[in-house]
């Protein structure tokens, strides 16, 4: 069955230093690639996604992913973190076709300390 | 504008009892999608309605799960005979119904079973 890794289950970071968060998926066919946040409180929203062209994906509030085929990953990534980053991130893929419901990794926490 | 609404917040429910949790998706969005979340188990996949066609209904857990769309708007999860496992939060999403089309999330249910 498809699956998605993420390998960190809480990260803590000091403002300022850089994020990467990992991401693997199981399924060798097409996928398109999410990656959704949930700040304390507030519902789930998307920060990226990718579903094909330039592999390198910029999304809100200056994270970026980039989209390795041949090692079947989504990193996240985020040159200088602030403690508004504190939250809950969630990789997420679809296949490609007509399957449109998401299959999430576990999430990694994020703690940004000020 | 209006997001996805969901009701109620929260629901207290005794073990053997039915429950139905709403969600109204934002108005256009023509695929609805029902996950929960819950500890250790993560986002997981429960139903996906689209348009006007035969929901997949590939990640109920139990024939005690069920879910209908009226009138391609608002839909209902009703639980039946519940059980202390289906203790958890449900969250909604729609979208405007393409596989690469973000998916809006409203802000769950959190439904506890005594």
């Known amino acids: 069955a498809q699956s998605v890794s993420q390998h960190n289950h809480h990260v803590i970071l000091s403002e300022a230093a850089s994020l990467e968060l990992g991401c693997n998926y199981s399924?060798?066919?097409?996928?398109?690639l999410f990656w959704y946040v949930q700040y304390p409180g507030q519902h789930l929203q998307l920060l990226l996604k990718?579903?094909?062209?330039?592999?390198l994906v910029k999304g809100i509030k200056g994270f970026e992913a980039e989209f390795i085929k041949s090692k079947f990953s989504f990193n996240l990534r985020k040159p200088s973190v602030q403690w508004s980053d504190t939250a809950e991130y969630f990789c997420?893929?679809?296949?490609?076709?007509?399957?449109?419901?998401?299959?999430f990794g576990k999430g990694t926490k994020l703690s940004v300390k000020p | 504008g209006a997001g996805v609404s969901q009701s109620p917040s929260n629901k207290v429910t005794e073990k053997g009892k039915d429950v139905e949790l709403r969600c109204d998706p934002i108005?256009?969005?023509?695929?609805l999608y029902w996950y929960r979340q819950s500890l250790g188990q993560g986002l997981e996949f429960l139903i996906y309605?689209?348009?006007?066609?035969?929901?997949?209904k590939s990640g109920l857990p139990s024939d005690r799960f069920s879910a209908e769309r009226t009138g391609g708007s608002v839909s209902t999860l009703t639980i039946q005979r519940t059980q202390q496992e289906d203790s958890a939060v449900y969250l909604c999403?729609?979208?405007?119904?393409?596989?690469?089309?973000?998916?809006?999330f409203g802000p769950g249910t959190r439904l506890t079973v005594l």
């Open positions: 999403a729609s979208s405007l119904g393409g596989i690469t089309d973000t998916q809006y």
């Open positions: 399924y060798g066919g097409t996928v398109n």
């Open positions: 990718y579903f094909s062209g330039d592999p």
């Open positions: 997420a893929v679809n296949r490609g076709g007509s399957q449109g419901n998401l299959i």
């Open positions: 108005s256009g969005h023509t695929a």
């Open positions: 309605f689209q348009g006007n066609s035969a929901p997949d």
